[in-house]
């Protein structure tokens, strides 16, 4: 994650332009740029931009503008192979306009690395545990918010909601890869580790929407929280029990590591970015 800030000169649009240099400019190129990078990358690199300055007025050459860049892989090193061809043409586009160019490096992270052994005793500890049970109150409030969202015929057609709106059965070990991004794939890449995901939201619900903001702040997140938590405490009580289950996690680690060892992605001396203030 990572900021292109570019500085260029400002003048009048109409009566100057010669004189200026757009920084606008500079970033419209360079998503220029990162849209034909597209094509030769990996096909699990995902490259994610939005606007966060671009100037004041039309009639006006802005010296000032930045764009906010995501790229996530399913490996640390595709990562950070597109990050520097990113970086790359970012520089062409600021040599292209003349303008200056400053990166803002914010954060990154490592792919997940689950540890199967730590997954299986997570999976049979929640078989053990129970699902949570929902009351009638829940379903319907799950039902309702489930109308309100864009995919919700969508996943009725598909069969996801013919057992209720909201999870009621165990799925099992996920057989698929996730396209989200977490520092938990930093952590697996330290010690044995797995994650671990509960229902505590309607399934319809697309992730950051209000309607999970809705199920997070009532009994249904609260319940899927607490039978997260339940979870991992069993786990823990358990490795403390069975030494020989933590040493067969602790050996698969070491063979997906390979001897390799884990790099922080984020550089020395940068300082956490500070909240912004409240309005």
């Not at 929902?134 to 013919?162: S, V």
Request: aromatic fraction near 8%; hydrophobic fraction near 40%; proline fraction near 5%.
């Amino acid at each position: 994650s990572a900021v292109f800030h570019f500085k260029g000169r400002t003048a009048h649009a109409g009566g100057d332009p010669h004189n200026g240099r757009s920084a606008l400019d500079a970033a419209e190129l360079m998503n220029v740029g990162a849209n034909y990078l597209r094509e030769h990358v990996t096909s699990d690199v995902r490259i994610h931009y939005s606007y966060k300055e671009t100037g004041t007025a039309p009639n006006i050459v802005p010296d000032r503008a930045g764009v906010w860049y995501y790229v996530r892989a399913m490996t640390r090193d595709a990562v950070e192979d597109t990050y520097n061809r990113l970086v790359k043409v970012a520089q062409g586009a600021a040599l292209m306009t003349e303008t200056e160019l400053d990166v803002e490096f914010l954060g990154g992270c490592y792919n997940t690395m689950p540890n199967e052994v730590l997954s299986r005793q997570c999976c049979d500890l929640m078989e053990a545990i129970g699902a949570p049970v929902w009351t009638k109150e829940e379903i319907e409030f799950a039902e309702a918010l489930n109308k309100t969202c864009p995919q919700y015929e969508e996943c009725a057609d598909k069969g996801y909601l013919d057992d209720g709106p909201l999870h009621t059965k165990l799925n099992g070990l996920s057989k698929t890869d996730s396209f989200g991004s977490t520092d938990v794939g930093d952590v697996e890449h330290i010690v044995p580790c797995t994650m671990i995901c509960t229902a505590t939201y309607n399934i319809a619900a697309s992730g950051h929407s209000w309607q999970v903001t809705a199920c997070a702040g009532s009994s249904i997140g609260f319940k899927g929280m607490l039978f997260g938590a339940r979870v991992m405490a069993a786990a823990a009580v358990e490795l403390i029990d069975r030494p020989e289950l933590l040493e067969a996690a602790k050996k698969e680690f070491d063979e997906k590591m390979k001897g390799r060892r884990y790099i922080c992605p984020i550089p020395d001396g940068l300082a956490a970015p500070q909240p912004a203030a409240a309005k």
